[in-house]
């Protein structure tokens, strides 16, 4: 395991020793040395940006080195910092492990190569006063500015640069902070800078690509319960080195395609904001032009009544050496034809007025008229439109009662036939009656005629017959 630590302003991470390189995802750390010995659990490769032309490790540049090193370093820290937004899907907050490297390398990528301040009375030479100037190219670098100054718990200037850029990251506008300093190295970043920094090379457009990047991510970062002006700070680069025994890489949990659709909505909306936010900067240096322009146009107006009132004077005076009044005296004169000419036009003026009046009444009676015309139209229109509504409500009625009238017809044929098979009925009914009579009777005679022929047919009862007759015969 590779530990560096961050106690204070002279720890450095910029592996002087070391080549950084990076192979995918992985860090890989080379010993600028003649027999190129590795370190510890660190593959050995040969960093990417050795060309076969350039000269041996160990003959070049340590500043371009310790850039390279920032670089590639910044890139493993930024990759990680976005893949682990990505995979759980939330806002990052002061806990989260990358997000503290990525504040350590951006700190150390700032102050590389930071003129240091010459004397009580020199210039200063702090983060913090540089990124004060940021606030004159950008509105929205005011806000944080003012809450950064505001601050009760930060009391030296490191802290409130690591304010700042925690602050600025969670606008995400720390990309375009970043983009203005650059845009000014020559003549504002040359006065904080040595000549080799990292901030006045090539490898700055780099990170600045690399910040663009954390516009996707978000970040809820208490600066209030944060001990900045103290930080300390490890990264331990065991997260970022391959093991020399093999090449697996840890799997990476597939993202959700919901996760994915929400960020890229997102994204959507913070570009828009981003554009809408340059366009009412863009109308805010307008209206300041405007502005400007109207004070000088104020200016202006100024000279020029000033100057009037020095060629009335002239005029005055050339009048009075003519013997011609002079132009109060022609205004005043002016003024009492015009009372004249009133007082002869009140009359008019009175005339007009009873006219006008007449023709105010006039028109008044005449709306109302035409008010109450309109009316009587649209009352007759509605009147005309009922009795069509009554007249079609009186055909479709007569409809009903003709086909009612068949219906009853109908049912009346319908009776007549009911009754007719009704009375049929009752016919065969009748009929039907009197055969079962006729059949109850026939049967009584036939069940009496079985009767006399079952006796007949017993000898008791002829015997039972003789006794009883001549027992009667006896009485």
Not at 62 to 81: D, F, G, H, Q
Not at 236 to 259: H, I, K
Not at 356 to 374: F, N
Not at 452 to 462: A, E, F, G, Q
Request: aromatic share 4%; glycine share 4%; net charge negative.
């Amino acid at each position: 395991m590779v530990l560096i630590e961050m106690a204070g302003a002279e720890d450095t991470i910029y592996l002087c020793n070391f080549r950084v390189s990076v192979d995918g995802d992985w860090l890989c750390l080379k010993e600028l040395a003649d027999g190129g010995s590795s370190i510890g659990v660190a593959r050995v490769e040969r960093s990417a940006s050795t060309s076969p032309g350039s000269p041996p490790p160990s003959e070049r540049d340590p500043v371009s080195i310790e850039r390279s090193n920032l670089v590639n370093i910044c890139k493993l820290v930024v990759k990680e910092l976005i893949e682990s937004s990505l995979k759980f899907g939330r806002q990052l907050d002061s806990d989260s492990v990358p997000l503290q490297h990525f504040f350590i390398v951006l700190e150390h990528v700032l102050r590389h190569g930071l003129k240091p301040k010459r004397g009580i009375l020199g210039p200063k030479k702090e983060l913090w006063d540089l990124f004060q100037m940021v606030e004159k190219w950008s509105y929205e670098a005011q806000d944080i500015t003012a809450s950064v100054r505001d601050l009760p718990t930060v009391k030296t200037h490191i802290g409130r640069a690591r304010a700042w850029l925690r602050l600025a990251l969670m606008q995400k506008k720390l990309a375009d902070y970043f983009r203005l300093l650059i845009e000014r190295r020559d003549d504002l970043l040359t006065e904080f800078y040595e000549s080799g920094a990292l901030m006045l090379a090539d490898e700055a457009i780099v990170i600045m690509g690399l910040l663009v990047g954390l516009n996707v991510i978000d970040c809820n970062l208490c600066v209030k319960e944060e001990d900045l002006d103290s930080q300390m700070g490890v990264i331990d680069f065991s997260l970022y080195l391959r093991n020399a025994g093999g090449d697996t890489s840890p799997d990476d949990s597939p993202e959700q395609s919901d996760m994915t659709t929400v960020l890229d909505q997102k994204n959507y909306i913070e570009e828009l904001n981003r554009h809408l936010n340059a366009t009412v900067t863009n109308l805010q240096a307008k209206m300041e032009t405007l502005t400007t322009t109207n004070a000088l146009m104020k200016e202006d107006l100024a000279i020029a009544k000033n100057s009037i009132l020095h060629l009335q004077e002239d005029n005055d005076r050339l009048r009075k050496d003519k013997g011609l009044p002079t132009q109060q005296q022609q205004e005043q004169l002016d003024k009492e034809a015009k009372k004249a000419s009133r007082i002869s036009v009140i009359g008019c003026e009175e005339e007009m007025q009873d006219l006008k009046r007449q023709l105010e009444e006039e028109s008044a009676h005449r709306k109302q008229v035409e008010k109450e015309l309109e009316l009587q139209i649209q009352m007759k229109a509605e009147s005309e439109m009922a009795a069509k509504l009554l007249e079609k409500d009186i055909h479709e009625k007569q409809d009903t009662i003709i086909s009612l009238r068949q219906q009853l017809d109908d049912i009346k044929v319908i009776n007549l036939e009911m009754y007719r098979k009704l009375q049929e009925c009752e016919q065969e009914i009748f009929e039907k009656g009197l055969m079962v009579e006729r059949l109850q009777e026939k049967t009584s005679k036939i069940s009496s005629m079985l009767i006399n022929l079952k006796n007949y047919s017993d000898p008791n009862y002829t015997s039972n017959t003789k006794n009883s007759s001549s027992h009667s015969g006896q009485k």
